[in-house]
C-alpha cells in the first residue's frame, strides 16, 4: 500500500520523528563508552588527588584558597607580571561596618502614619549661609566622577542630562572641564581639583552653582600620575597638557604649597566665586575633627566626607583596602564635632562612600547629613539595558569610561533615562519611609527614629539599642 503525504506538515513531523530515533539510538550506542571513559578519567583523578603528597596536589589551591581570596591570587599575578603600581576599578571589596544594624523605628500608636499621597519635602539647600544658596528638590546628588580621568563624554552628558531632570546637582570631577556636560546640567558642582588644570577659568567658574575643593576622596589622595597615553585626545587637549605630557596630581590644589597658602587661597577663591557656596571634599581619616577645625576657620560652606568605601575609577588597594574610615562613623563624628563647635547651622553636611540603597540614605539623614554624594549607582545604571553591547567579552564599564574603544556604543538618552529611574525609584522609596514614620519633611527626621540592633552600633551612633 503507498501512502502519500499531501502535507508539508505532516512530511516535517515524519523527518522529526526519524532523526528523533537515530539520535535515541547513538545514545543507547555510545551511552555505556562515554560512562567508561568519564569513570576512567574521574579514577584517575580522583587516584592522584589522594596519594599525590600535597606539594604536587592540586588540592593545595583548597588550604590555600582558605587563606587568601581569588582576589588576592589576582593581584598577586597583576604584580608579578609587570612589577608596578596596580590600580583597582570602583573602590574596596572589603565589607566596612555601615549601616544594616540600624533600624528605623516608627511610633505605631502615639504617631499614626501619613496617608498615601502625602506630599513629602525632599528639598534641601547647600551652604544656607552663602549668598547663593544651592537648592535641590531631592537630597541625593550625583557625585563626582572625572572626565578624561574616568569617564567618556557621552557618560558625563548623560549624568549631567539626568540631574537636570531630577533637579539635583552633578559634578565635574577633578578632570578637565567639559563645556557639554555644563550645558546639558541643570545644577553644577565645579571641583577645584589638585591638577595642572585645577585652579579652572573664572568663565568656568562664573558657570557653576557650587564650587568644591577636592583634598581627597574615600578611595584616594595625595600625589598620583596618569601616563600621557591614558589621557590621549580632547581631555588631554582640554586640560592644556602637551600630547606627550604626563598628567600628575598635586598634594593641594593649585595655589597651595604650604599650609600657610589656605587663608590667601581662600581669599581669592571667594571673590572668584561670588557668592556661590564653596565645599571641601575630603577623605575620612583618624584625624577628621582636626580636618573640620580647618574647614570652619577657612569659612568653607559645606564639607564633602568620603567614607573608606568610596570607589573611584582606579586607585591602588593599599588606598582602598587600608585608608581612611567607615562613611557611618565619619558621619557620627563630624556631625558631633560641628555641633560642638557650634557650626552645624551654617555648615551643610554631604556623606560619601558605599551608598547603594534608599534605606541607607535615609538612615545617614537620620543621623545628620544633609545630603547623600551617590556615584557608583548612576554610574551602573548608565549601561543598565545596553551592556549586550559589550558582554561577555568585556564588562560593562568599558561602555564608560573615556580610555574605552566601546565608550561610543552608549547611548546618551537612554543611559540618562536609566539614571533617572533608578534615583527616581530610590527617592520615591524614601518617601514612603517618611510616611510611615509619620514625618513630611527630612527636616523633621532624627536619630529617635532609629534603634541599633548590636552594641558597637549604638555606642557608635549614640542610638537606643533594642535591648
Known amino acids: 500500500m503507498q501512502i502519500t503525504i499531501t502535507s508539508s506538515f505532516w512530511l516535517l513531523l515524519l523527518i522529526l520523528l526519524i532523526a528523533l530515533q537515530l539520535l535515541l539510538v547513538i545514545i543507547l550506542i555510545t551511552k555505556p563508552f562515554l560512562r567508561y571513559v568519564i569513570g576512567f578519567q574521574i579514577k584517575g583523578f580522583s587516584d592522584r588527588l589522594l596519594s599525590d603528597k600535597y606539594t604536587q596536589n592540586l588540592m593545595e589551591l583548597w588550604p590555600a584558597g582558605k587563606r587568601i581570596s581569588v582576589l588576592n591570587i589576582l593581584e598577586i599575578g597583576f604584580r608579578a607580571k609587570n612589577g608596578k603600581i596596580i ?7 572589603k565589607h566596612f561596618p555601615g549601616f544594616d544594624s540600624l533600624m528605623f523605628a516608627p511610633q505605631i500608636m502615639t504617631r499614626l502614619s501619613l496617608p498615601e499621597g502625602t506630599q513629602i519635602d525632599m528639598q534641601v539647600t547647600i551652604g544656607p549661609k552663602a549668598y547663593k544658596p544651592m537648592t535641590l528638590d531631592i537630597p541625593i546628588i550625583i557625585g563626582a566622577m572625572a572626565y578624561g580621568i574616568a569617564l567618556s ?17 552633578t559634578c565635574s570631577g577633578e578632570g578637565p572641564f567639559l563645556p557639554e556636560e555644563r ?25 557653576a552653582d557650587m564650587l568644591e575643593v577636592q583634598m581627597g576622596q574615600g578611595a584616594d589622595m595625595g600625589a598620583v600620575t596618569i601616563a600621557a597615553v591614558e589621557f590621549q585626545g580632547r581631555a588631554q587637549e582640554l586640560s592644556g597638557l602637551a600630547p606627550d605630557e604626563m598628567a600628575i596630581a598635586f598634594p593641594a590644589p593649585p595655589g597651595v604649597q604650604k599650609q600657610r597658602d589656605w587663608p590667601n587661597f581662600m581669599k581669592n577663591l571667594r571673590e572668584k566665586a561670588n557668592g556661590i557656596p564653596i565645599a571641601l571634599k575630603l577623605m575620612a581619616t583618624g584625624h577628621l575633627e582636626d580636618d573640620l577645625a580647618a574647614a570652619i576657620k577657612l569659612k568653607f560652606d559645606a564639607v564633602i566626607i568620603d567614607g573608606a568605601q568610596g570607589g573611584s575609577h582606579a586607585t591602588t588597594p593599599i588606598k582602598q583596602d587600608d585608608f581612611g574610615i567607615p562613611s557611618l562613623f565619619a558621619l557620627v563624628r563630624a556631625v558631633r564635632f560641628l555641633e560642638k563647635e557650634r557650626a552645624r547651622d551654617r555648615i551643610s553636611l554631604i556623606i560619601a562612600g558605599g551608598f547603594f540603597t534608599p534605606g541607607e540614605c535615609l538612615k545617614a539623614i537620620a543621623l545628620g547629613a544633609d545630603a547623600i554624594y551617590m556615584a557608583t549607582v548612576p554610574l551602573l545604571a548608565l549601561t543598565h539595558s545596553q551592556v549586550s553591547k559589550v558582554i561577555p567579552w568585556e564588562p560593562p564599564t568599558t561602555l564608560v569610561f573615556y580610555d574605552s574603544p566601546a565608550k561610543s556604543k552608549l547611548d546618551i538618552e537612554q543611559a540618562s533615562t536609566s539614571v533617572v529611574n533608578v534615583i527616581t525609584s530610590m527617592v520615591l522609596e524614601m518617601e514612603e519611609g517618611m510616611r510611615a514614620l509619620g514625618k513630611a519633611s527630612l527636616k523633621e527626621l532624627n536619630a529617635d527614629d532609629l534603634v541599633a540592633l548590636d552594641s558597637l552600633s549604638a555606642e557608635v551612633t549614640g542610638v537606643k539599642r533594642i535591648y
Do not use: H
Open 183 to 207: 550645558m546639558e546640567a541643570g545644577k553644577f558642582t565645579l571641583q577645584i581639583s589638585r591638577w595642572a588644570w585645577g585652579a579652572r577659568t573664572q568663565e568656568q567658574i562664573d558657570s
Open 87 to 93: 590600580t583597582r576599578p570602583l573602590g574596596s571589596p
Open 153 to 169: 563624554e557621552e557618560a558625563k552628558r548623560a549624568l549631567a542630562r539626568a540631574a537636570k531632570t531630577l533637579k539635583t546637582s
